[in-house]
């Protein structure tokens, strides 16, 4: 696996985008985790794993009304339960030129555990503003939040569960010694860009 680039993070940060265009720059194979996250939810709930079977028992309702504290809480538990199959997964996958994989399913914490190089990891994560701000011009959002009652106080909990992640993600970061850039908006994709590939050593 050691072809393989991972960008982690949290959402809203320019992980997607920045994902895509190295694919395309440098003709690796572009795998978007959060693609299979429903699955791999699917094949752990089978095999009895409490967070993900409890997430297929939930409705919308009882997903984005619980507190962020929790929620954050239980996401950084999901991750726990799915990233084998991701890795599995990425040991499926065509390897000529190398691969780039991105998702906040990333953690650094799982990253250091499996062994994977800080020259081969790295995360973004957005500020709070530029999270709120993107995460409302996004037409998405109100399919996710259907079935809740009180539609903005289940987006004001969403965006504190993402807000608790990206600082977590910031400390382990920090703890394991992993590259880390905080986007507040002021970045743009080119200078994003650059700086993943100046990590991962891509050469022009």
């Given amino acids: 696996m050691n072809r393989i680039y991972y960008i982690g993070g949290s959402p809203c940060a320019g992980k997607s985008t920045t994902a895509e265009i190295l694919s395309k720059k440098y003709d690796l194979y572009y795998f978007k985790v959060d693609d299979f996250l429903d699955g791999y939810q699917e094949k752990a709930a089978l095999k009895g794993r409490p967070i993900c079977r409890k997430n297929t028992e939930m409705s919308s309702e009882q997903i984005w009304m619980r507190g962020p504290v929790l929620q954050c809480e239980e996401e950084f538990l999901f991750y ?13 996958l065509p390897c000529k030129n190398g691969i780039i994989t991105e998702g906040a399913a990333y953690v650094p914490q799982l990253m250091k555990q499996a062994g994977i190089p800080d020259s081969r990891y790295m995360a973004i994560t957005p500020t709070e503003e530029f999270q709120i701000s993107h995460f409302r011009k996004r037409k998405f959002v109100p399919y996710v939040l259907e079935g809740c009652r009180d539609k903005e106080k289940a987006f004001e909990n969403w965006m504190g569960r993402d807000v608790l992640f990206a600082k977590e993600v910031r400390k382990q970061c920090r703890q394991y010694q992993y590259y880390s850039i905080i986007n507040d908006g002021s970045l743009g994709i080119d ?14």
């Fill in 80 to 92: 726990q339960e799915v990233f084998e199959y991701a890795l599995a997964d990425l040991k499926q």
């Fill in 191 to 204: 200078e994003l860009v650059s700086r993943t590939a100046i990590h991962f050593g891509f050469c022009d």
